[in-house]
C-alpha cells in the first residue's frame, strides 16, 4: 500500500522557517517524482515544488523560488521541504503526493503550516 506522510507544520512568525517532511512507504521511491502541493482556505490547490528522486531536478514555483528548497534522503524514503523567509502568504494546509505519469495519484494527508504577521 502506498503511503505518504507529511509532517513539520506548525505556527511561525513572519520571517521564520520551518522544515516539511515527507515519509513514503509501499513503493519503490527512487522511482518516482514527489511533490510539495498547498492549498490555504477559499483557494485553489497550488504546486509549490517537485523533485525527481533519480536524477535530483527538481521544480520550484515562482512564488516560492529563493525561500524554498526542496531536497530528498533516498535512504530515508523521505522528502524535505525547508521553507524560509516564511510570509503570512505561505499559509496553508501543505500536502505531499507521488507522480505518476502526468498527474499525481497518492497524497498524503497534510500538514498546517500558519505563518503569523
Known amino acids: 500500500e502506498v503511503q505518504l506522510v507529511e509532517s513539520g507544520g506548525g505556527l511561525v512568525q513572519a520571517g521564520g522557517s520551518l522544515r516539511l517532511s515527507c515519509a513514503a512507504s509501499?513503493?519503490?521511491?527512487?522511482?518516482?517524482?514527489i511533490g510539495w502541493f498547498r492549498q490555504a482556505p477559499g483557494k485553489e490547490r497550488e504546486g509549490v515544488s517537485c523533485?525527481?528522486?533519480?536524477?535530483?531536478?527538481?521544480y520550484y514555483a515562482d512564488s516560492v523560488k529563493g525561500r524554498f528548497t526542496i531536497s530528498t534522503d533516498n535512504a530515508k524514503n523521505t522528502v524535505y521541504l525547508q521553507m524560509n523567509s516564511l510570509k503570512p502568504e505561505d499559509t496553508a494546509v501543505y500536502y505531499c503526493?507521488?507522480?505518476?505519469?502526468?498527474?499525481?495519484?497518492?497524497w498524503g494527508q497534510g500538514t498546517q503550516v500558519t505563518v503569523s504577521s
Open positions: 509501499g513503493f519503490t521511491f527512487d522511482d518516482y517524482t
Open positions: 503526493a507521488r507522480r505518476v505519469g502526468a498527474s499525481y495519484d497518492s
Open positions: 523533485i525527481n528522486n533519480r536524477d535530483r531536478s527538481t
